[in-house]
């Protein structure tokens, strides 16, 4: 099984700063990379794929990047909307058995 | 628009069944595979199972293998999760997600499940 580590467990930060958000794969997997953002009470929402494409929902503040063991996620200046929980998913063994990592709480400082 | 809506969830005690539902509309239900992801208190998100868009494909996550069956019936436009032998770790909230080129994409709201004697 491939582990997904992300890092930090939780982000404290202020509407305006730049938050970045970490995954690390226990072996490569490629581009094969997500981000899921989810809010309270809410199903989580695709935000990135392919590691670097956003979803068409959300705005270009929002960017992922990196490839193979180590994967990035950057929120350019943080909008109030965007305190969440961030969770990472690869998905590129096949047959598939997908992973998330552990999510990271991003909450206001 | 594009909607799922998770349902059959419930109480149950351990090594009893349950049987849930995604009903589909909005979209072509028949061109999209169909995931189900689960979120627990212990483990977070965690992949459940997959069936592709015509139901000639299955896949399961090993700590639900030989449990749990994924089904759909596209005249219905409804996936199924058929969970057999259930233990207190299936506890949590099961959503159903289209699939995109092996990634949930769209979600729906999520059915609880609880299983507790």
């Known amino acids: 099984e491939i582990v997904m580590t992300q890092s930090p467990p939780t982000l404290s930060l202020s509407p305006g700063e730049r938050a970045t958000l970490s995954c690390r794969a226990s072996q490569s997997v490629s581009r094969n990379l997500a981000w899921y953002q989810q809010k309270p009470g809410q199903a989580p929402r695709l935000l990135i794929y392919?590691?670097?494409t956003r979803a068409t929902d959300f705005p270009a503040r929002f960017s992922g990047s990196g490839s193979g063991t180590e994967f990035t996620l950057t929120i350019s200046s943080l909008q109030s909307e965007d305190f969440a929980v961030y969770y990472c998913?690869?998905?590129?063994?096949?047959?598939?058995?997908?992973?998330f990592g552990g999510g990271t709480k991003v909450e206001i400082k | 628009q594009m909607q799922l809506v998770e349902s059959g969830g419930g109480v149950v005690q351990p090594g009893r069944s349950l049987r849930l539902s995604c009903a589909a509309s909005?979209?072509?239900?028949?061109?999209?595979?169909i995931h189900w992801v689960r979120q627990t208190p212990g483990k977070g998100l965690e992949w459940v199972a997959l069936?592709?868009?015509?139901?000639?494909?299955?896949y399961y996550a090993d700590s639900v293998k030989g449990r749990f069956t994924i089904s759909r019936d596209n005249s219905k436009n409804t996936v199924y999760l058929q969970m057999n032998s259930l233990r207190a770790d299936d506890t949590g909230l099961y959503y159903c997600a289209t699939d995109q080129s092996r990634r949930p994409e769209f979600w729906g709201q999520g059915t609880l499940v609880t299983v507790s004697s």
């Open positions: 998913l690869q998905y590129n063994n096949w047959p598939p058995q997908l992973t």
């Open positions: 909005g979209f072509t239900f028949s061109s999209y595979g």
């Open positions: 392919g590691a670097s």
């Open positions: 069936i592709w868009y015509d139901g000639s494909k299955e």
